[in-house]
């Protein structure tokens, strides 16, 4: 009887995912195939071989590899849709419930935000006069994306220069194509005028991305821009002294929606958590909302972090 290879589809799962440009997605099955080939040691991997067992030992050995939950769920994950794509494919007949039991939650043990203190300190312009340049590019990447709501990097990199309209800036989220409309402070106009695109051919607002790369050439120039800011947003962590505190990309959305909650910002404007289910709950609330209802959650978090006056939410 022949046996299908869970290697060879993972290929052509991957090559699909390309040519649809989920280049990101892509990536991430890339290193997850790599980890299960590492795991048999090396070769081709057949779907005969995934059983409960085979899975189960797999999962342990990225616990004794000291992988952390996230990244052994997002493999197992992955291994899943596979293995669901080749049922639905009718490649395999498939096992009921393999994946059963199997580490494929979201774990958010892992401290995401700052205090609004530590905020302050990161923002600190008189830091500037012993920081590179990189380091002071990244301080204001990340005052730019919290004064912009928490927005996401990928989202900051990929606007456009239609997406400004005077003091409104009019976007749509990558990830789920929800529209973001944003009423920009003082603040926010200087650091997007520093920063904006002086390339007449670049579809870009910001000078982040080129704009001359297309397909995966592009993704790779978006990642080392995201490795670069991540890499210059540690040192300046450690600039201000902020000992075991992991300052990233996803420090200012994280810090956004936590400091609305401690302003007691209701849940029907920010969500209380960042997990993909909270998120699409907030989504939800937020469409019903008046844009006023998020320019003053924006100024009261904002307020919050540059004055260090804590203010509560009120409705009136």
Known sequence: MKQESFTGFMHEVMDGLRQEERFATAHIYKYALAAVTDFVGGGEIFFGALTRRWLKRFQEYLDDLQRSYNTISTYVRVLRAVYNRAVDCGLIAGEYRLFAGMKTGVSSERKLAVTAVQMNNLLDKNLRNRLSPDVCEAQDTLALMLLLQGMPYTDLAHLHKGNLNGDLLICRRRKTGTELCVRLLPETMRLIDRYKSS???????????????????????????????????????????????????????????????????????????????????????????EGDELDKANRLIINYIYSGRKTLWNRA
């Open 199 to 289: 390339d007449a051919d670049s579809p870009y607002l910001l000078n982040i991305l080129s704009g001359k790369r297309s397909g995966e050439a592009a993704f790779r120039e978006y990642r080392d821009k995201l490795r670069s800011l991540n890499f210059h947003l540690s040192r300046l962590s450690e600039c201000c002294g902020l000992e075991g505190v992991k300052v990233s990309s996803y420090t200012a959305r994280h810090t956004w929606a936590t400091l609305a909650k401690y302003c007691q910002v209701p849940e029907e404007v920010i969500s209380e958590g960042l997990g993909h289910s909270s998120l699409e709950v907030t989504r939800t609330y937020l469409k019903s909302f």
